[in-house]
T-cell receptor, first 114, second 111 residues
Framework: KAGVTQTPRYLIKTRGQQVTLSCSPI?????VSWYQQTPGQGLQFLFE???????NKGNFPGRFSGRQFSNSRSEMNVSTLELGDSALYLC?????????????FGPGTRLTVL | GQQLNQSPQSMFIQEGEDVSMNCTSS?????WLWYKQDPGEGPVLLIA?????ELTSNGRLTAQFGITRKDSFLNISASIPSDVGIYFC???????????FGKGTLLTVNP
């Protein structure tokens, strides 16, 4: 099985712009989660989707949003970018409907905001 | 929110040595996971633990889910240079559908 794929791998934007990141989960996985990783804060949960429904959202401003499509692919969007949004954005998929399950991560998208 | 303390923060060891790292939480959880992350890549799942007291091995790696369900440790035996990376523990919250991660242990192996 192919693993979780994320596109693009690298992105450079300037403050005030918006960005959309894409994630394709492992085939058959219906749960997709997004995390932000920074040196200072570590891995922080952004949101989780299952069957196109957001089931949980982390403590991030409304500029961070996401969605999931019927084929389980997911996108996250960050509007009005700030310098502090520079981070590695990781997508993870899980095979189970419940939350008691391991998550498998993609390689991430490295976002740099100038 | 949940507190997850991972130690040590970093380790510098010689090739062939054994390594141990651990995580403790402020609350009880039903799932403990251990991941390894190489630079520029996403975390890779090493071991998943689902039962209190469970001891699971994956090659040279062994992890245990503490009997109190508030802690877990990961041991690496006979370390090799490719063991270099950041090791994270994570707890699954179940009904909130997210993982909470420790701050990580940076492992350096000197050949």
């Amino acid at each position: 099985k192919a693993g979780v794929t994320q596109t693009p791998r690298y992105l450079i934007k300037t403050r005030g712009q918006q960005v959309t990141l894409s994630c394709s989960p492992i085939s058959g996985h219906r749960s997709v989660s997004w995390y932000q990783q920074t040196p200072g804060q570590g891995l922080q949960f952004l949101f989780e989707y299952f069957s196109e429904t957001q089931r949980n959202k982390g403590n991030f401003p409304g500029r961070f949003s996401g969605r999931q499509f019927s084929n389980s692919r997911s996108e996250m969007n960050v509007s009005t970018l700030e310098l502090g949004d520079s981070a590695l954005y990781l997508c993870a998929s899980s095979p189970s409907q419940t939350g008691y399950n391991e998550q498998f991560f993609g390689p991430g998208t490295r976002l740099t905001v100038l | 929110g949940q507190q997850l303390n991972q130690s040590p923060q970093s380790m510098f060891i010689q090739e062939g040595e054994d390594v141990s790292m651990n995580c403790t939480s402020s609350s009880i959880f039903n799932t403990w996971l251990w991941y390894k992350q190489d630079p520029g890549e996403g975390p890779v799942l090493l071991i998943a633990l689902y039962k209190a007291g469970e001891l699971t091995s994956n090659g040279r790696l062994t992890a245990q889910f503490g009997i109190t369900r508030k802690d877990s440790f990961l041991n690496i035996s006979a370390s090799i240079p490719s063991d270099v990376g950041i090791y994270f523990c994570a707890i699954s919250g179940g009904s909130n559908y997210k993982l909470t991660f420790g701050k990580g242990t940076l492992l350096t192996v000197n050949p």
